[in-house]
């Protein structure tokens, strides 16, 4: 469990160091992969279907917020349905702006799952999507969500329409394919049993997580995980594209990675919980504490004192030589002779200096100028 938590440490350490590179590079991904299944699914305004404009918007992604990156792929969308029909991407553009700004009020943190929605969905991975909204502990993550799903719907129902033909400036052809979509989108089962089912697990994951239990967000995954299993099972007797085997794998995939970005997020070591009881001149309180776990790998230095660095080693040699010079200087190179002698250096705090004059010598009471006078 150490070795777990260490390594959880580190990947958590990166990814602090690093937030904004990280971020960057997840959001080029998801971009890439919703621009090039919309321009698969419409492409029909082929000047933003090639490989390099969906590189282009796919950085420009990559470095705006999440509301402008969901408002670059709104404005994708509508250009493939206005070359598809002028009239019908009237339909787009007024569901747009209206889950656009019920989003923007209510959820604007959770507004990349409305990009991740249709890019699980060409994976058949879509039933997923409900347990990675629920990690944000948030019920208003079911909005986007459930926008999510109606996207993908419309944009299926105005193909249809359209391919019955171009209304024009037809009064009663336009009215006739506003109907067939709403009608058909109405009487949709597989949008009303995700929108049902998606929304009753992000809640059940909500309340479980509200708790005081030990483990409550890990319980709350759990639960939210069968919940989804068991409500599309349900659905899958009356709904036709609900497949059950990929339903199971997809939820289990989505609380597995739900369970895994808790527990990078946040550890508690219930072992060391306490309750605490306080009180102030208003309230009573009762305070259940549980301290974060958190476990760091001590960095080792090994140091050799035998060895010398071969810097230090080369200056220490430079300042012995100077040292060398400097005294060949301030003393006399032949050794004195005669009468003569030389007082040895007296030291003093900064430098070395040599007494040559007998005057200011004496040993033990002996002047040297008696030598002098006799």
Known sequence: ??????VKEKIVGFYKNYEYAVQAVGKFILAFLAFNFINGELGY?????GIVPTLFLSVICAVVPVSIFVLIFALVVLLHLF??????????????????FIYLKFAPSQGILIILYPVLAQFNLHYMIPLIGAMAFNPFAALPIAFGVVFMKIVEYLKDAAALGDPGTDVQGIM??????????????EVI??????????LVVYAISRLTVDYAWYIAIAAGTLVNVIGLAMQASTVENINIGMVVIGSIIGGLLAALIRFMSCTLDYARKEMLQFEDDDYYYYVKAVPKLQ????????????????????????KEKALEETVAKEIPATPPT????????????????????????SFDGFDFDELDQK
């Open 83 to 100: 070359e598809l029909s002028m009239v019908l991407s009237v339909i787009g553009l007024v569901v747009f702006l209206l889950f656009y």
């Open 295 to 318: 476990v760091t790998q001590a960095e080792r230095n090994v140091r050799d004192v035998n060895k010398k660095p071969f810097g230090k080693l080369k200056k220490s040699k430079k």
């Open 1 to 6: 469990m150490t070795s777990l938590l260490v």
């Open 45 to 49: 305004f082929e000047a933003i279907t």
């Open 176 to 189: 006739t394919s506003y109907q067939y979509v709403f009608e058909k989108l109405l009487a949709d089962k």
């Open 193 to 202: 049993a995700y929108i049902v089912v998606f929304t009753l697990v992000i």
């Open 338 to 361: 005669g009468d003569t002698m030389v007082a040895p250096p007296k030291e003093t705090e900064n430098k070395e200096t040599v007494v040559n004059d007998f005057d200011e010598l």
